[in-house]
C-alpha cells in the first residue's frame, strides 16, 4: 500500500510539472504584453503632460514635470524592447513594430521637439527677463548686454524650434512668447544702437580718429527723436557732450592774447600764436587815468605784423594836464582781458 501510494504521489507530482510548463509560456507571454502596454502608455503620458496642460491652463508645464514622465518612458520603452527579445515569442517583430511606432509618435515627434522648445523658451525668458531688471534700473549697459543675448533667441531657428511642437495651441504659446519678445525687442533698438555709437565716437576721440567720431555721430544723429522716454535724456546728453568735444577738435587752434604793451597813442598786442586776421570790431579797449573810471577808447587803426603774431593800434593821444596822469590801457579779445603796465603823460 505504501509502494502504490508513493507511485500515486509521484505520478500527481509530474503531472503538476507538467501542468506548470504549459501555463508557463502563456503567463511569460501575458507579462510581456503587459510591459509592452504599460511603456506604450507611459510614452502616451508624457507627451500629454504637457498637451494637456496647457489646454487647461494656457501655460507650458515646468520643465522638471514633462522630464520625469520622459525619462520614464524611456526606461520602460527600453525595458520592454529587452522583455520582448528575450520573452516575445512569436509575437516578437509585432511588439517591438509597436514600441517602436509608439515612440517615434510620442516621443521623437512630440516630446523631444517640446523640450528642445521649452529649453530655448526657457533661456529667451531670462535673457527678456534680464532686459526689463535693466529698464527698471535705467541701467543703459545692461539693457545693451541683455538686449543683445535676448535677440539671439528671436532667429529664424527659434520660429523653427516652435513650429516642430506638436499640438497648435501648444505652438501658439511659444509664438505668442516670441512675437511678444520680438514687439519689446524693437522698442529699444534705436537705444541700444546710439549706446554703441557712443562707445565707438568716445574710443575714436580719445585715439584722435576725428573720421570715425564723426561717423558715428552722424548715425546717432537721426535716433536721438526715436529713444525711449527711459534712456532719451541721458543718451542725448551724452551725445551733446561728445558733439562739443569734436566741434573742439576739429575746430582750428584760436590765438590767444599773451600781453599788451602800450604808450601814448599806440597799444600793441602780443599773440601766442599767428591770427588769422585781426579787425577794430574784435577787439575793445578801455582806459583808466589815475585809477579812475574805465572808459572805452575807440581804436584809429589795426597793423598786424608780417608774422601776424603782434598787432599794432593807434588810438587817441592823451592829452598833457595840469598833473601827471597814470594810463593804463586792457584789451578784451575773444573773453581775454588784459592790461598793459601804467604809463605816465607828464603835465604840461
Known amino acids: ?165 506638436y499640438g497648435s495651441h501648444v505652438r501658439k504659446v511659444f509664438l505668442q512668447q516670441l512675437n511678444s519678445n520680438k514687439t519689446l525687442y524693437s522698442q529699444y533698438a534705436n537705444d541700444v544702437a546710439v549706446n554703441k555709437q557712443l562707445s565707438q565716437a568716445t574710443g575714436a576721440l580719445g585715439e584722435g580718429k576725428l573720421a570715425e567720431a564723426k561717423k558715428a555721430l552722424d548715425i546717432m544723429r537721426p535716433l536721438l527723436n526715436k529713444l525711449s522716454n527711459v534712456f532719451k535724456t541721458d543718451l542725448t546728453k551724452e551725445y551733446n557732450d561728445l558733439l562739443e568735444v569734436y566741434n573742439e577738435l576739429i575746430a582750428p587752434p584760436v590765438a590767444e592774447l599773451d600781453f599788451v604793451e602800450s604808450n601814448n597813442g599806440t597799444v600793441t598786442l602780443y599773440f601766442d600764436i599767428p591770427v588769422a586776421s585781426l579787425r577794430v570790431d574784435d577787439i575793445k579797449i578801455t582806459m583808466t587815468i589815475n585809477g579812475g573810471t574805465e572808459t572805452e577808447v575807440t581804436p584809429l587803426n589795426v597793423v598786424l605784423s608780417e608774422d601776424k603774431t603782434a598787432a599794432t593800434i593807434t588810438v587817441p593821444l592823451v592829452t598833457a594836464a595840469a598833473e601827471d596822469q597814470s594810463i593804463v590801457y586792457a584789451v578784451a579779445y575773444k573773453g581775454q582781458k588784459v592790461s598793459a603796465d601804467a604809463f605816465t603823460v607828464a603835465k604840461q
Open 1 to 165: 500500500m505504501n509502494l502504490k501510494r508513493g507511485m500515486k504521489l509521484a505520478m500527481l507530482c509530474l503531472m503538476v510539472f507538467a501542468a506548470l510548463l504549459s501555463v508557463n509560456p502563456v503567463e511569460a507571454a501575458t507579462n510581456v504584453a503587459r510591459v509592452v502596454n504599460d511603456a506604450k502608455m507611459q510614452m502616451q503620458k508624457a507627451y500629454t503632460t504637457y498637451v494637456n496642460a496647457v489646454a487647461k491652463t494656457g501655460k507650458l508645464p515646468s520643465k522638471s514635470a514633462v522630464m520625469v514622465e520622459y525619462s520614464k518612458a524611456n526606461t520602460l520603452y527600453a525595458n520592454a524592447k529587452k522583455a520582448v527579445q528575450k520573452s516575445g515569442g512569436k509575437m516578437k517583430a509585432k511588439y517591438l513594430k509597436e514600441l517602436d511606432y509608439a515612440y517615434k509618435v510620442y516621443i521623437t515627434e512630440r516630446v523631444v521637439p517640446y523640450m528642445n522648445a521649452y529649453n530655448a523658451w526657457e533661456s529667451s525668458e531670462k535673457a527678456k527677463t534680464a532686459l526689463q531688471e535693466a529698464i527698471a534700473n535705467e541701467d543703459i549697459d545692461a539693457l545693451q548686454s541683455a538686449y543683445e543675448k535676448l535677440g539671439g533667441y528671436l532667429t529664424e531657428k527659434q520660429a523653427k524650434l516652435y513650429s516642430k511642437v
